[in-house]
């Protein structure tokens, strides 16, 4: 087990919490990151985007001149790509982008993308994270009374509407819902919060 200290919004120590070793001590494999990120960001695309080929385009069927005589280049129908108005060449389609990674996979990655964070001392956890009324002045009072600046992502067991309206205004602060915890959000951010209830949670889950 790895004995982690658990503060308070003031960052005053408040008692120390273990965290199993097979979530949060796994060493660090980058191949089986960069693929389960890879899969993550490609699923995300809708792999909507169309567009019309010259067949596709319409009108075009007569050749717009005559092949010699005119004085200009030869021309077999105004649909062609280089005329305005005319298709494009390799057109993209609907497609889709989807990757498999199972399962076990998608875990480990999760598994050695947290260790990581905490082995850099990157992972803060708090007792809990609450403010009086939905302001965002709270929210930058905390995180100044933890020395954090930078790209940070909250993590608790369940969001409340205060809290997501809070932090509305903050372009590098982000609460998640712990449940809804991915790869790719954790090696984004810079450091994580993690509330006690949302390690447990995880625990519960992953455990």
Known sequence: MIKVDVLNTKAEKVKDIELPEDIFGLEYNNALIHQVVVAQL????????????????????????????????????????????????FAPKPRDFRKKVNKRMKTTALFIALSKKLTDGDIIVLNKFEIEEAKTKQIVGILKSLGLDKQTHLYLNGVGEDIKRAANNLQEFTAYDVQLINVYDIIRAQKCLFTEDAINKLLEVYA
């Open 42 to 89: 490609a699923n995300k695309r809708q792999g909507t985007k169309s567009t019309l080929t010259r067949t596709e385009v319409r009108g075009g069927g007569a050749k717009p001149w005559r092949q010699k005589g005119t004085g200009r280049a030869r021309q077999g129908s105004i649909r062609a790509p280089q005329w305005i108005k005319g298709g494009v060449v």
